[in-house]
């Protein structure tokens, strides 16, 4: 398995909190990427970085930022959660090890989620 | 833009008989295309990748798939399935220079 962990597991919130999810990765891999899944939708891109302090908008960003300070952690940020925000998230990174040529199309490992729960 | 389109959301088959997960994509470049497995409560695995070196591609626990540029599909395949196999399935597309993009899966079922 990737070296890539989650934390925390399982939360439970209350609208308006605010929630950091944390993703650790011990393979310096260059990329990495949270999603969210629902049911009927499979993943969807939140966010994604390209290095430390280089990020990107995906495709379902909006109520989430996100931070890179160092190459192996990686936090996704709810400023105030709400119900919608209701999901599991995964964290993945690319297979390409620290490498400038390394590309969006590389394979990704995926680390095993958290959920997320938002009364 | 590319995207991806598993046309059956549900796939029935007993045991010891062949499956078919079916996959069309859209993509304006020469794409990446993968298959993905979810355990129910687990992470995601690779099942298999394809990057333009051999149409048809084996992957991990006796499946493949097979690229068909003029019919845009991906299926997946396994000649016998096994109750072991019983997951959700991705297919994923991504062109270069653009993030992966994921179908909304395939949840197999398998009958003893």
């Known amino acids: 398995d990737a070296g890539i962990t989650q934390s925390p597991r399982h939360k439970v919130t209350e609208t308006g909190t605010p929630v950091t999810l944390r993703c650790h990765q011990t393979e310096n891999h260059r990329y990495m990427y949270w999603y969210r899944q629902d049911p009927g939708h499979g993943l969807r891109l939140i966010h994604y970085s390209y290095g430390v302090k280089d990020t990107d908008k995906g495709e379902v960003s909006d109520g989430y930022s996100v931070s890179r300070s160092k190459t192996e952690d990686f936090l996704l940020t709810l400023e105030s959660a709400t119900s919608s925000q209701t999901s599991v998230y995964f964290c993945?990174?690319?297979?390409?090890?620290?490498?400038?040529?390394?590309?969006?199309?590389?394979?990704?490992?995926f680390g095993p989620g958290t959920r997320l729960l938002v009364l | 833009a590319q995207s991806v389109t598993q046309l059956d959301s549900h796939v029935s088959v007993s045991e010891g008989t062949p499956v078919l997960l079916r996959c069309n994509y859209s993509s304006s470049y020469s794409p990446s295309l993968f298959w993905y497995v979810q355990h129910p409560n687990k992470g995601l695995q690779l099942l298999l990748k394809y990057t333009s070196a051999a149409t048809l591609v084996k992957g991990i626990n006796g499946f493949e798939a097979e690229f068909k540029k003029s019919e845009t599909s991906f299926h997946l395949t396994k000649p016998s399935a096994h109750m072991s196999d019983a997951a959700e399935y991705f297919c994923v597309v991504s062109d270069q220079g653009t993030p992966l993009v994921f179908g909304k899966g395939t949840r197999l079922s398998v009958i003893a």
């Open positions: 993945a990174i690319s297979a390409t090890p620290g490498l400038a040529g390394a590309t969006l199309q590389e394979t990704q490992y």
